[in-house]
């Protein structure tokens, strides 16, 4: 049973989020803050958590940079009521997996719970399937409709990085520091990768690389 953690202040949509989690076989912890929750995380295994941003003490946003800095890769679902672009901005640049805007719907939480629990699975497998499109990651190996082709290896972990968050930008920097590993590679670089890794999945149907201009790039579906 998947273990999940909700952390929210307001005790009343606490209990609601996890009754509603609990009804769907979920083994759910509450936490009424970021400090709770990471207390809590030091002797529970969790497979995902939901958050508030405006906590009492450490934001939403700071618990989740402070995960990701210690290399935590448990997934995050942000619940909140900031609704600025902006503010997704942020949740997202600091390492959210996914993000809503109260007031929710339930059903809608409950499936991209889901969805998030099965992006990890597949990424702890080291194998990604997005459609009838599969990624394998030891292998560094496309396989879709057209047929199986190995990629290089930073075409294949930009591919596989954007895919793992499919309609999620990601800023030339963030892709830079991830695949390279901050090295002294510069955008052209990434722009060459990107638009040889275009010429490779052009037959392919199930997703395309959008350049967002003055920010970066996403993995769309088409």
């Given at each position: 049973m998947f273990k999940l953690l909700v952390i929210e202040d307001n005790l009343d949509l606490q209990e609601l989020f996890i009754k509603t989690l609990q009804k769907n076989n979920y083994h759910t912890f509450g936490a009424e803050s970021a400090e709770q929750a990471l207390k809590l995380l030091?002797?529970?295994?969790?497979?995902?958590?939901?958050?508030?941003?405006?906590?009492?003490?450490?934001?939403?946003?700071?618990?989740?940079?402070?995960?990701?800095?210690?290399?935590?890769?448990?997934?995050?679902?942000?619940?909140?009521?900031?609704?600025?672009?902006?503010?997704?901005?942020?949740?997202?640049?600091?390492?959210?997996?996914?993000?809503?805007?109260?007031?929710?719907?339930?059903?809608?939480?409950?499936?991209?719970?889901?969805?998030?629990?099965?992006?990890?699975?597949?990424?702890?497998?080291?194998?990604?399937?997005f459609g009838n499109t599969v990624l394998e990651y030891d292998i560094w190996t496309l396989t879709d409709e057209n047929g199986t082709q190995v990629l290089p290896q930073k075409e294949f972990q930009l591919l596989y990085k954007m895919l793992s968050y499919p309609g999620q930008i990601f800023t030339r920097q963030q892709l830079l520091d991830d695949i390279w590993g901050g090295t002294q590679e510069?955008?052209?670089?990434?722009?060459?990768?990107?638009?040889?890794?275009?010429?490779?999945i052009k037959a392919n149907t199930d997703f395309e690389i959008v350049t967002i201009r003055g920010l970066g790039y996403r993995a769309v579906k088409k």
């Open positions: 030091e002797t529970e295994y969790i497979d995902l958590i939901i958050t508030d941003v405006m906590l009492p003490g450490m934001s939403g946003f700071e618990l989740i940079h402070t995960l990701r800095e210690s290399q935590s890769n448990i997934p995050v679902l942000v619940i909140t009521a900031k609704s600025d672009i902006a503010d997704k901005q942020i949740g997202f640049t600091f390492g959210a997996d996914d993000y809503m805007v109260k007031p929710i719907d339930l059903k809608e939480m409950l499936l991209r719970v889901s969805a998030l629990l099965r992006r990890a699975k597949s990424v702890s497998d080291r194998k990604l399937t510069d955008s052209h670089t990434l722009d060459v990768h990107i638009s040889r890794l275009r010429e490779k």
